[in-house]
């Protein structure tokens, strides 16, 4: 099995995991604990998740780590990163204070970025020491909320 099957069939057993195992799973979706339980078992090489069962299970893992487990492998494979978008009721109408927020957390990830290079080299020892990763999502967040409150304000006025 490749690499990138391997990755479907953890995805798929961190979802169940994270709805409550294979009886509680079997319970919210169409298929039942069997089919289930192939889908993430790495000596079931012909049997993934189907799309319809991940949009069943998936909004159910929100509170586990690395959700949505699947969507994000997918867009990782595809080129992409899953943000989420902000929920617009929580917005809110200051856009000074959105872009003030996305100015601070654009100029603190690239100070950390610049303090961890130090001398030029970057190193995944580095990247946690300085929490890079950390610092980037939350540019990417502020970023994504800035641009759904300029959408919000274009579409009103439209």
């Known amino acids: 099995m490749t690499p990138e099957k391997l990755a ?3 995805a798929t057993a961190e979802m169940i995991k994270g709805v409550g195992g294979l009886e509680a799973s079997a319970g919210l979706c169409r298929v039942g604990k069997s089919t289930l339980g192939d889908n993430q ?29 699947i969507t994000r492998l997918m867009c990782r494979n595809n080129g992409g990163a899953f943000v989420a978008l902000p929920d617009p009721q929580g917005l809110g109408d ?15 990830v690239t100070a950390r970025l610049f303090d961890a290079m130090g001398n030029g080299q970057i190193t995944a020892a580095k990247i946690s020491k300085h929490d890079l990763l950390r610092e980037a999502r939350e540019a990417i967040e502020a970023s994504v909320q800035l641009q759904a ?10």
Not at 41 to 68: I, K, Q
Not at 94 to 108: F, I, M, P, T, Y
Not at 149 to 158: K, R
């Open 8 to 10: 479907i069939k953890r």
């Open 41 to 69: 078992s790495v000596n079931h090489d012909d049997s993934f998740v189907a799309l319809d069962v991940v949009l069943d299970l998936e909004p159910l893992t929100r509170e586990r780590a690395g959700w949505p487990h």
């Open 94 to 108: 200051d856009l000074n204070a959105c872009a003030a927020r996305h100015a601070k957390e654009a100029s603190e």
């Open 149 to 158: 409150m300029l959408e919000a304000i274009a579409e009103a006025e439209a």
